[in-house]
């Protein structure tokens, strides 16, 4: 039988290096003292300035997160395309999450992408959250993205809210991460 906390922990760093894991982030400053922290990582088969329109065009409403779409997206497909009018061009921009919208924490091109709720206030608890995304040149033309997330939640139910999160944000994120790659395989088809 598989333990499941070896299995969390696994998720929680997903194909990621233990350079990567250990590594600071651009996102990292927004919640220093974050009890959640989870860095995964992926080889796409695009360069960082294609991977980094993929990334900035997310959202709900949008072209989706690449991830579970029913779940996510409300069952609207993320999109295989990539369209100007979705990219998100400097900090502060908003980006439509559903019943909330994330804000661009940093948007530093083609390197990194930070998306964020800072001190929002959700069904009786203060939520930070940070979905942080580092892009780097690999030799053979393609990119290294690492994704970090990182939470922070206050509130009466905050130990057991954090440990959902966790286990989601893993799933979603991984399945995210696996979207971007078939997309940069896939070169944007429409």
Known sequence: MINPVRRLRALSTWGATGDEVSAAMAGDRFIPDAPMSATRAIDLACPPEAAFDWLTQMGFGRAGWYSYDWLDNLGRPSAWAIHPEWQVQAE???IPA????????????PRSFVLGLLDQSVAGHRIGFTLDFRLGPKADGGTRLVSRARTRIEGPLATPLTAALEVGDGIMV?????????????????
């Open 92 to 94: 502060g921009e908003p």
């Open 98 to 109: 559903g019943p909330v919208d994330f804000v661009a924490l940093v948007v530093d091109r």
């Open 174 to 190: 991984r399945r995210q991460l696996l979207g971007l790659a078939e997309r940069c395989r896939g070169g944007g088809r429409s």
